[in-house]
């Protein structure tokens, strides 16, 4: 390879996107009301699609089997656009909480909702994103502008032949109409029946403003609501509350809470059908698949422009 065409490759796209994940095994837990459980196979099964994913990954695994699994999905695209990092719960600082966590969840007035307000395991891995996210950033692995976040189930859909992507490969990119200054999620309940909820009542409504499953900023803008996301954990602790990530920032943009917030939020809102999801799919994973189609859109616009 030329050396032009090596910078080519290294050198990132203004648009390009690094990805951070996290997987902790939690074994068997409830998923939601009924019979519905998650575990380590099923989410095994959804690891499957992260092979397929052409960007940069940056993954933190805390066990040797996931850790090769990675290594082996990941061993057909270019060495420097997989870092896996394998990482002990003991050094991430947002399992020495688990506790105080763990103790707010045995009162038995606290609300039960499965596993955010249950398994107090479940909530503080929900937490550990932010940090991992953090540690990416400090590390150095992320040189590119934008970072996102990506749940390991986020795009479990993909194993469907539907959706599954063309040649067993897609890229994430910035939104076509992404603002810099913001944190962008995707919108599950609308703010105007959500602005007024207090930090408690969206931990015993369970309520979700949006998901926390797929999220993308730039690195500038990641730090702040990482530093103001860790800061809302702590004050809720105080204040005898803990649920998942979702609801911390609900919290956040609380009329409680709000004035103390650095970064706005950007919202997606997909329709039922969109992409071909539907239901709680399109509701919780609309703004990966946002991604997924910025980039094919400006690939597709380059192809015409190089016809």
């Known amino acids: ?179 810099d200054g913001k944190v962008a999620f995707t919108e599950v309940g609308g703010r105007d029946g959500l602005k007024n909820l207090s930090p408690w009542e969206y931990i015993q409504q369970n309520q979700v403003w949006v998901a926390g499953s797929y999220f993308i900023a730039k690195k500038t803008v990641m730090l702040k609501f990482i530093r103001s996301y860790q800061k809302a954990v702590q004050v809720l602790l105080k204040d005898n509350m803990a649920s998942t990530d979702q609801q911390v920032i609900g919290s956040m943009y609380s009329p409680q809470m709000i004035k103390d917030q650095e970064v706005e939020i950007k919202t997606y809102r997909c329709s039922n059908g969109q992409y071909g999801l539907y239901s709680s799919d399109i509701q919780y994973f609309c703004l990966a698949y946002v991604c997924k189609e910025a980039a094919e859109l400006r690939r597709a616009n380059k192809t015409l422009q190089l016809a």
Not at 68 to 75: E, H, P, V
Not at 92 to 115: A, C, E, G, M, T
Request: hydrophobic fraction near 35%; charge should be positive.
């Open 1 to 179: 390879m030329s050396t032009r065409n090596q910078a080519e490759r290294l050198e990132p796209k203004p648009y390009e996107v690094t990805i951070i994940t996290l997987y902790v095994p939690l074994g068997k837990f409830q998923k939601g009301g009924g019979g519905n459980f998650y575990t380590n196979d099923k989410y095994r099964g959804w690891m499957q699609t992260f092979g397929w994913l052409s960007n940069k990954l940056v993954a933190f695994l805390t066990d040797d089997d996931t850790y090769n699994y990675f290594k082996q999905i990941r061993s057909h695209l270019p060495p420097e656009r997989t870092v896996l990092i394998r990482v002990n719960r003991s050094e991430l600082s947002s399992f020495k909480d688990y506790d105080r966590v763990n103790q707010i969840y045995s009162k038995s007035d606290y609300p039960k909702h499965h596993p955010n307000t249950v398994n107090a395991n479940y909530s503080i891995t929900m937490n550990a994103k932010y940090e991992v996210l953090q540690m990416a950033m400090d590390l150095g692995h992320v040189n590119t502008a934008y970072i996102a976040w990506l749940d390991i189930g986020c795009l479990r859909n993909m194993l469907e032949e539907k959706i599954r992507p063309k040649n067993n490969i897609f890229t994430l990119e910035v939104p076509l109409d992404f603002e």
